[in-house]
């Protein structure tokens, strides 16, 4: 079938230059999709101008160009996007699926979760009276199969879980447009970050709630820094050094438990490509971040010497 031919993305949200974690993210989907005869798309999730600087777009995509990780189709841009968001919210809101919530973390909170104005009843909200959009969860016990971490089981809580989709200030949310952008560029595979596991269930629904299959999905184990956070542009992660594409492609596979050569850090990024691939290992990747710490402090110390 034509229309199932493997399609994977990146997805960083501009908030600062891209990291080491972000590199290994970036890497296995890239990996992934090739070892599938797939396409490899990059999406920019720049959805929130106040926390976006406004070079960090132009950063990323060079590093990864610096890297020789291309998308083979223009850059999806979430910024030009908006009118789809808009069209996915009001089919929600006729289909039942979304509703107005004028409640403050604050009375959420006061009140366990639950909301204090029954917003799921779609009740009348005042003039002028800003106001979220919600995803109307179901009460669901999702199990699902992860490609890396076997089967999962997640709990979904209607309206104590309920995501916002569209915020108060008027920006859309990352859990309705991930879902809109990869309906929407046919993206069969998602290999991201496991800091975004708990994230799945609820995404699942938003597919099925927008007439489509949910795609395959693995997630990997997140890259933690010295102190044993993961790296994020939050704390501080320093960005990728650019002049030294190999070295870090060469970490990075082995954060991802593969065994390169060391000599391969002095190969061209094509060359250390193409021995990725050739000897990429799904199966080799670490469950969890304390293991690929140790693999990845292990390589720093061999490598400093
Ligand atoms: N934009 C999200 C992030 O940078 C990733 C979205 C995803 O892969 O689902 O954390």
Same mark, same amino acid.
């Given at each position: 079938?034509?229309?199932?031919?493997? %399609?994977?993305?990146?997805?960083?949200?501009?908030?600062?230059?891209?990291?080491?974690?972000?590199?290994?993210?970036?890497?296995?989907?890239?990996?992934?999709? %090739?070892?599938?005869?797939?396409?490899?798309?990059?999406?920019?999730?720049?959805?929130?101008?106040? %926390?976006?600087?406004?070079?960090?777009?132009?950063?990323?995509?060079?590093?990864?160009?610096?890297?020789?990780?291309?998308?083979?189709?223009?850059?999806?841009?979430?910024?030009?996007?908006?009118?789809?968001?808009?069209?996915?919210?009001?089919?929600?809101?006729?289909?039942?699926?979304?509703?107005?919530?004028?409640?403050?973390?604050?009375?959420?909170?006061?009140?366990?979760?639950?909301?204090?104005?029954?917003?799921?009843?779609?009740?009348?909200?005042?003039?002028?009276?800003?106001?979220?959009?919600?995803?109307?969860?179901?009460?669901?016990?999702?199990?699902?199969?992860?490609?890396?971490?076997?089967?999962?089981?997640?709990?979904?809580?209607?309206?104590?879980?309920?995501?916002?989709?569209?915020?108060?200030?008027?920006?859309?949310?990352?859990?309705?447009?991930?879902?809109?952008?990869?309906?929407?560029?046919?993206?069969?595979?998602?290999?991201?970050?496991?800091?975004?596991?708990?994230?799945?269930?609820?995404?699942?629904?938003?597919?099925?709630?927008?007439?489509?299959?949910?795609?395959?999905?693995?997630?990997?184990?997140?890259?933690?820094?010295?102190?044993?956070?993961?790296?994020?542009?939050?704390?501080?992660?320093?960005?990728?050094?650019?002049?030294?594409?190999?070295?870090?492609?060469?970490?990075?596979?082995?954060?991802?438990?593969?065994?390169?050569?060391?000599?391969?850090?002095?190969?061209?990024?094509?060359?250390?490509?193409?021995?990725?691939?050739?000897?990429?290992?799904?199966?080799?990747?670490?469950?969890?971040?304390?293991?690929?710490?140790?693999?990845?402090?292990?390589?720093?110390?061999?490598?400093?010497?």
């Amino acid at each position: 079938m034509e229309h199932s031919r493997y %399609r994977g993305r990146f997805a960083p949200s501009p908030t600062g230059p891209l990291h080491f974690g972000s590199l290994v993210t970036a890497l296995a989907s890239w990996l992934e999709a %090739r070892a599938s005869n797939g396409v490899w798309l990059v999406r920019v999730e720049d959805l929130d101008p106040l %926390r976006e600087p406004p070079d960090a777009t132009a950063q990323i995509l060079h590093s990864l160009e610096a890297h020789g990780l291309l998308s083979d189709e223009p850059v999806c841009f979430q910024s030009r996007r908006h009118s789809a968001y808009q069209h996915a919210i009001e089919q929600l809101l006729k289909n039942g699926k979304a509703y107005r919530c004028a409640c403050s973390r604050k009375q959420l909170q006061a009140n366990n979760g639950r909301h204090p104005a029954h917003c799921r009843d779609n009740l009348p909200i005042p003039d002028g009276t800003a106001y979220a959009i919600r995803f109307a969860l179901s009460d669901e016990n999702c199990h699902w199969q992860d490609l890396l971490l076997g089967p999962q089981n997640q709990r979904v809580l209607a309206e104590l879980d309920d995501p916002v989709i569209r915020r108060k200030e008027g920006f859309y949310a990352y859990q309705l447009a991930v879902v809109v952008d990869d309906i929407n560029q046919g993206i069969t595979d998602i290999v991201r970050g496991s800091d975004l596991l708990n994230m799945t269930a609820q995404q699942q629904q938003v597919f099925q709630a927008l007439g489509a299959e949910p795609p395959r999905w693995l997630h990997i184990p997140v890259i933690l820094n010295e102190q044993g956070q993961k790296l994020s542009k939050q704390n501080l992660a320093p960005a990728l050094d650019d002049s030294q594409p190999s070295v870090n492609l060469v970490q990075a596979l082995s954060s991802l438990g593969q065994k390169p050569p060391a000599t391969l850090a002095y190969a061209r990024v094509e060359d250390v490509l193409e021995w990725a691939l050739a000897h990429w290992q799904r199966q080799a990747i670490p469950l969890t971040s304390q293991q690929a710490r140790g693999i990845t402090l292990g390589t720093q110390t061999h490598s400093d010497y």
